[in-house]
Nanobody, 121 residues
Framework: QVQLAESGGGLVQPGGSLRLSCAASGSIFSINAMRWYRQAPGKQRDLVASITSTGSTNYADSVKGRFTISRDNAKNTVYLQMNSLKPEDTAVYYC???????????????WGQGTQVTVSS
């Protein structure tokens, strides 16, 4: 099947930077949009940023100018560069991919397991 493996989370001081990665593997024919979501304790899961297969991007207002989403289609990998981090960015960050399976061409959403980002002094 398909797996999404995230990495790059951790503890960082306010104003610092982190780079998250998410690699998709398995029986993949093609990947359409790739997205990053985040969920803070007691809150709903919110969309942070998205990128299409052709590189068009969208961001939540709260992260515009600070976060940058990018992808390497050859590696089926999406990245989230997070700069000027704030305590309110603390959350579990989840990768999401809208993709077509190799054999069936069935389209579905897949999720990573999540990676914790904590911004604190």
């Amino acid at each position: 099947q398909v797996q999404l493996a995230e990495s790059g989370g951790g503890l960082v001081q306010p104003g610092g930077s982190l780079r998250l990665s998410c690699a998709a593997s398995g029986s993949i024919f093609s990947i359409n949009a790739m997205r990053w979501y985040r969920q803070a304790p007691g809150k709903q899961r919110d969309l942070v940023a998205s990128i299409t297969s052709t590189g068009s991007t969208n961001y939540a207002d709260s992260v515009k100018g600070r976060f940058t989403i990018s992808r390497d289609n050859a590696k089926n990998t999406v990245y989230l560069q997070m700069n000027s981090l704030k305590p309110e960015d603390t959350a579990v960050y989840y990768c999401n991919a809208d993709l077509l399976l190799l054999v069936t061409r069935y389209r579905n959403d897949y999720w990573g397991q999540g990676t914790q980002v904590t911004v604190s002094s």
